[in-house]
């Protein structure tokens, strides 16, 4: 597999862009192609089955391209067919999911209580729990792991409401539920934000959260563990840009047009690639 | 057509679920076939091309089960589908879209300003706007009609947290971006909630928008209307139940099952049809 190829990345829609943003500026000499899912987003309440079979079909598209290796920049789509992708990709091409090294970061940092927010399908999944607990015991760590789904957050941040008066109640409503408001006895030290789309509410977490709480920074976590990985595997390239990022969506709207820019943090053209038509 | 033949409703998820119950209650007699897309929900920011061919296939399903009539229970739907569904059932089986009755019944009722919200798509069809005011301009009748995209609403409606306390709020900051505001110049004296989720926030939007405000009750006037239909056309069933109820989707969850029991008002049964696998 040639250096030059570009990394593939997907996404249920355009959230994952954050993911790719984050790779690019690690990376700045890797060319990207993504693909966000929109003709299916969001990914967070459907069925594993449905995830699964689209995940596959999205992977099999990246693979048609020559793509060296596949970031699943969606956190539903990690949690449920990121096995089904490995078997697809098979042993050439390495596939990331955006939970693993995460999971593995966080579970060095020694904290002592963790709360993990994301999708129903995400908590529901258990996969945060599970992964970093198993990982705290191996590394010999103490450590609380509690979950709890936030379904509003993603439509408030595609709304652009991340700044707006009622943000800060809605996440404060939200860590009352979970049991983690600051100060209370069940305050988190640390808050893994399990979603794409959370990255551009980070402000407003750490504005709620205050500074003592260690807000995850999950899309740079994941940029770093790309370029590990395709250095151990002599995939890095270096030297001037391989070539244009390419970005292409299921279904194009002048609304996830604008997404995309806003996910991304700069303009981008999106190409229409009707996988399902 | 036989009387006894079941009444066919979609929409793109498990709202609609609010039009088959107002249709049960008003016509106790008739057997419904109820289809929720859940696995394309929601339609509210798609392209009016996927919804208009997903519409399309699923009223091909209805049709196949030898339906009497078509009930497109989905504002988004309704906007961008309904000539496409009426082309393929022809003459023989009248096709209901959930807007049409609504701007008829409305433009009737001498408001002298009206307000329309709605997900991104419906709103930004205009087609509540353009219809109603035509329908104001035959009857004679001034009236300004303003539209508002209100996306955040239905994720809120489907973490139920239609009586939440964050929920006014949300309601209020919509209205004031709208210059609807009680008390503000631009008050409006009826609202239109422009998308089948909305009904199970009605006691919300009469807290906040106070008694002068009519709030339009849009599942009751569609059940009337297909009651009308049904009669002119020689359809209506009576006597018994004609059958038992159909309620499928196209990806069945626990939590759509869940949802599905809070939008129809009681308990029901749902099947996978799984239209797209």
Known sequence: MASEAPIGIFDSGIGGLTVAH????????????????????????????????WSVRIAEHLLDQGCKAIVIACNSASATAAAAVRDLAGEAVPVLDVISPVVRAVAGQGHARIGVIGTRATIGSGIYGRTLRDALRESGRDGVVEEWATPLLAPLIEEGWQDH???????????????WAPDSSGAIDALIPGCTHYPLAMAAMRRVLGEQVDVVDGPGIVAESVRTQLAEEGLLHSGPLAGDHRFSVSDLTPGFERSATRFFGHGLDLAYDPLWA
């Open 22 to 53: 984050a790779i690019a500026r690690v990376l700045p000499a890797e060319r990207l192609s993504y693909f966000g899912d929109t003709a299916h987003m969001p990914y967070g309440d459907r069925s594993p089955e449905l995830v699964r079979s």
């Open 165 to 179: 008066a009622l943000m800060d109640p809605v996440l404060l409503s939200y860590l009352d539920a979970a049991g």
